[in-house]
Every structure is written in C-alpha cells, then in structure tokens.
C-alpha cells in the first residue's frame, strides 16, 4: 500500500493540471476581450459588415458600341474621375464616390432600363452617369495619371461599401455642377417629389469659377425654339412663379406660358435661374449657377471640404434625411438579381 501513494499523487497532479489547462488558455484572452483586444474585435465586425459582396458592373461604351464589364468599386472610380475634377478635395471626392455608388444602385433596383442595350446595366454617358475607362484616363491625364488615380482611388476606398439611404433604400443620388445659392426640389425641376431632395441653401457656390454664364441669342431663334413670337420691342418674357430654389418657375411670353425648365432645356441655358433683356436683334440671357439644381451640388461640396467639412457632412447637407449604411443587406439583393 505505501508502493503505491507516488502513484496516486502523481494521478491526482495530472488530473488536477488537466483540468486547468482550459481555463489557463481561456483566461488571457477573456481579459483581453474587456480591453484593446475588445476594441480591435468590435472593429473587425464594422470592417466585416463594410465587406459587401462582389457586384460587377455591365457599362454600355456607346462611342465604342460595345459592353465593358468591371468591378463595381473600378467603376464608381471611373464615374469619379469623368464626373468631378481631380484637384478637388479629397473629401469633396468622397462624397462624388458615395453619390456615384448609390445612384448606380438606385438604377439597378429600379429596374429602369430605357436606353440601355440588352446585357448592360448603364451607358457611360449624362443619361446614367459619366465614365471612363483607366486607359482613356491614362492617355487623357498622361504624366498626371499615377497622383490623379491614387487620390481617385483613395476616396472610392474611403466609402467602399457605403451606400446612401431613405427607409432602408438607395437614393437617386442627383447631383450637378454648381447652385444658384440654393439647390432646388425635385418635384420643381422633375415631376416627383422626393423626400431627401429638398431645396436647401448652398452659399459657397456663389462666385465660384461656373456661377455666373451668359448668352447672346438672336431673336429669331429665341421665337423659333421656345415657339413664340415678340410683339414689343423691349418686351420679352414676364417671369410669373419662382420656385423654392429661387430659379425661374414658369414665364408668360406674350400669353404663353413655359416653365424655366422647359427654356433651359430649349435654350440649352446653364441654368433656369436667369434673367433676360432684348438689345436690338439679339437677347442677352444671365445666369446663376450650373446644372439642373437638385441634389448635390459638385462647387458646394468643394467648398464645404475647403472648410473643414466631411464627406459624410456634405451628403447630410444636401440629401435631406438620408444616411449611410453600411450593411451587406442591399448589395446582397443586388448581387442575387443580376
């Protein structure tokens, strides 16, 4: 019986050292968890719900009739550099990759494929949004390409991911060159009233490099465009409605009546915030700003970075309501319809 106590106790160390092995390997790690190790997982779960899944984006080349399929975050790079100018700041360049990201998203789940060839999602032209391809960026920016591109790049990669949204989904992400002072409601300029596109004030485009335009248009082809004719010799146009956006709401030339948008368009004017006057044969049309007015304004939103602003900032400013989400919930309905 004595022979045989060093064997019990040694039995009884080991069972004792084998039941604190778990506990001993667990131990560290819980204590970790309550500190920086805690921090560092809770961010790997935010840079996991950023990890959304691959959508390839099917871009109708219509100089080139032909369909160019690319990595969506290769695409909104593409739509970036076509759609704002590179010297912008960054963060101005950020807010143009979230926009671009989600009105190419609003356009898929719409399901709107006017003018878009069978096999494309959109065009490379101002009917969806502008691109260009890295080879045509290569030959067109030349020395410049390699600082143009990375700070392309940087702001695309900054908002991988996000999308901006109203109740859970996408929105059309409408934006222009520069305001008037103020951009304007959807439902003033098109004919939807749409929540997140509320005119709201936008001081830091005025005397900005495209505020101010100017056209010289004979009076013949001032009658033959809008459909009218002048009687009065200095006589033009009576303005009758402003919108909320402070831009032309409708125009009584002579008994008939045209919307700001209507002689915009017809005039191919910079804008519907314009005043006119007749001087001999021709008229002198003034503008303020550039583009249709709704959304977000590109001049704004340079400014805006200017002065300290955030990308996220500037898309809270001129999509009223909207936010920014993040979930894989949205790409994933994407991916799973196309």
């Given at each position: 019986?004595?022979?045989?106590?060093?064997?019990?106790?040694?039995?009884?160390?080991?069972?004792?050292?084998?039941?604190?092995?778990?506990?001993?390997?667990?131990?560290?790690?819980?204590?970790?968890?309550?500190?920086?190790?805690?921090?560092?997982?809770?961010?790997?779960?935010?840079?996991?719900?950023?990890?959304?899944?691959?959508?390839?984006?099917?871009?109708?080349?219509?100089?080139?009739?032909?369909?160019?399929?690319?990595?969506?975050?290769?695409?909104?790079?593409?739509?970036?550099?076509?759609?704002?100018?590179?010297?912008?700041?960054?963060?101005?360049?950020?807010?143009?990759?979230?926009?671009?990201?989600?009105?190419?998203?609003?356009?898929?789940?719409?399901?709107?494929?006017?003018?878009?060839?069978?096999?494309?999602?959109?065009?490379?032209?101002?009917?969806?949004?502008?691109?260009?391809?890295?080879?045509?960026?290569?030959?067109?920016?030349?020395?410049?390409?390699?600082?143009?591109?990375?700070?392309?790049?940087?702001?695309?990669?900054?908002?991988?991911?996000?999308?901006?949204?109203?109740?859970?989904?996408?929105?059309?992400?409408?934006?222009?060159?520069?305001?008037?002072?103020?951009?304007?409601?959807?439902?003033?300029?098109?004919?939807?009233?749409?929540?997140?596109?509320?005119?709201?004030?936008?001081?830091?485009?005025?005397?900005?490099?495209?505020?101010?335009?100017?056209?010289?248009?004979?009076?013949?082809?001032?009658?033959?465009?809008?459909?009218?004719?002048?009687?009065?010799?200095?006589?033009?146009?009576?303005?009758?409605?402003?919108?909320?956006?402070?831009?032309?709401?409708?125009?009584?030339?002579?008994?008939?009546?045209?919307?700001?948008k209507d002689i915009r368009v017809k005039l191919e004017l910079k804008s519907s915030d314009f005043t006119w006057e007749r001087k001999g044969d021709n008229i002198v049309i003034n503008t303020k700003g550039f583009g249709h007015g709704v959304g977000m304004s590109q001049f704004g939103a340079n400014e805006m970075a200017k002065a300290g602003k955030t990308y996220k900032e500037i898309v809270e400013h001129y999509y009223s309501g909207a936010t920014i989400d993040t979930t894989k919930t949205l790409l994933s309905k994407i991916t799973a319809s196309k």
């Amino acid at each position: 019986m004595l022979k045989m106590k060093p064997i019990v106790v040694l039995a009884a160390v080991l069972f004792a050292v084998t039941l604190m092995i778990p506990t001993l390997l667990v131990l560290p790690f819980m204590e970790k968890t309550t500190g920086k190790l805690g921090e560092e997982l809770a961010l790997k779960e935010t840079e996991a719900i950023a990890d959304q899944p691959a959508v390839e984006v099917a871009v109708y080349r219509v100089g080139q009739e032909k369909i160019e399929n690319l990595p969506l975050e290769d695409y909104i790079a593409g739509v970036v550099a076509a759609e704002m100018p590179t010297d912008f700041e960054l963060e101005a360049l950020k807010a143009q990759a979230l926009t671009a990201r989600t009105y190419y998203l609003y356009h898929l789940m719409s399901g709107e494929k006017s003018g878009v060839p069978e096999g494309a999602d959109v065009t490379d032209t101002e009917n969806h949004q502008v691109f260009k391809s890295d080879e045509e960026l290569r030959k067109e920016w030349n020395k410049d390409y390699q600082w143009r591109m990375k700070k392309i790049k940087e702001a695309v990669a900054a908002t991988s991911g996000q999308v901006l949204t109203y109740d859970g989904k996408p929105i059309y992400a409408a934006f222009f060159s520069t305001s008037n002072g103020y951009t304007e409601n959807s439902e003033d300029y098109w004919s939807s009233p749409l929540p997140y596109l509320k005119s709201v004030e936008s001081p830091w485009d005025v005397n900005t490099e495209k505020f101010n335009g100017q056209k010289i248009i004979s009076v013949a082809d001032f009658e033959k465009k809008l459909g009218v004719q002048l009687t009065d010799a200095s006589e033009v146009g009576r303005i009758i409605e402003k919108t909320k956006g402070n831009r032309v709401g409708k125009v009584d030339i002579n008994g008939k009546i045209l919307t700001g948008k209507d002689i915009r368009v017809k005039l191919e004017l910079k804008s519907s915030d314009f005043t006119w006057e007749r001087k001999g044969d021709n008229i002198v049309i003034n503008t303020k700003g550039f583009g249709h007015g709704v959304g977000m304004s590109q001049f704004g939103a340079n400014e805006m970075a200017k002065a300290g602003k955030t990308y996220k900032e500037i898309v809270e400013h001129y999509y009223s309501g909207a936010t920014i989400d993040t979930t894989k919930t949205l790409l994933s309905k994407i991916t799973a319809s196309k």
